[in-house]
């Protein structure tokens, strides 16, 4: 009986993991037990872009979830870097370290008392780069319109490349044209 409990809490870490969920947190209290699932999805688009920034920093995959990790809470122990990435206590504590060096992050406290906090800036917002469709779109969400010369300056491009994206739009049903040749503008399809 005990073996399939010790499975099923191993597929349950698994399935979270492969969702890119923060691993369950367990917490035995003697007389009580609880488990703490959190609905946070550490590998996002906001969170990759921005590890980007640190992309030239000499760590490993293990390390920058940490770092995810560390962006969303207040502090990181062995024991969360162990269950994050599933590692045995002197790998977390060399790669801890090695964060610690790179100055990443700082160490607080000694032993069995240690803790790491976030040395770098987890909230600025990292401006995800949008395509050029969405630009349009954005663009056309807020003045009601665009035309081809508002094309050009909004994506900076040549007149027959912003005939070329915008004519594209339509034909993707993302746009609607109203009017034609010098007189044509775009707007959002009804």
Not at 25 to 42: A, E, G, H, I, P
Not at 48 to 77: F, G, S
Not at 102 to 113: D, E, F, M
Request: hydrophobic share 40%.
């Amino acid at each position: 009986m005990v073996e399939n409990r010790g499975s099923g809490i191993k597929a349950m870490i698994e399935a979270m993991r492969n969702a890119n969920l923060e691993p369950p947190r367990f917490q035995d209290k003697r007389s009580s037990f609880r488990v703490v699932l959190r609905n946070l999805t550490l590998m996002n688009k906001k969170a990759i872009a921005w590890l980007n920034h640190l992309a030239d920093m000499p760590i490993n995959d293990r390390q920058r979830l940490a770092l995810v990790y560390l962006k969303h809470n207040r502090e990181l122990r062995n024991f969360d870097y162990q269950r994050l990435n599933h590692v045995d206590s002197v790998t977390a504590n060399k790669e801890l370290r090695g964060l610690v060096q790179t100055g990443l992050i700082n160490l607080h406290s000694t032993r069995r008392w240690a803790h790491y906090t976030l040395n770098i800036p987890a909230d600025f917002e990292v401006e995800i780069q949008k395509t050029p469709e969405q630009r349009i779109l954005d663009y056309v969400r807020e003045r009601g319109f665009i035309k081809r010369a508002d094309c050009m300056k909004l994506l900076n491009l040549k007149a027959t490349q912003a005939r070329n994206v915008l004519f594209k739009m339509r034909d993707q049903g993302l746009l609607r044209q109203e009017g034609t040749r010098r007189a044509a503008k775009y707007v959002l399809p009804k």
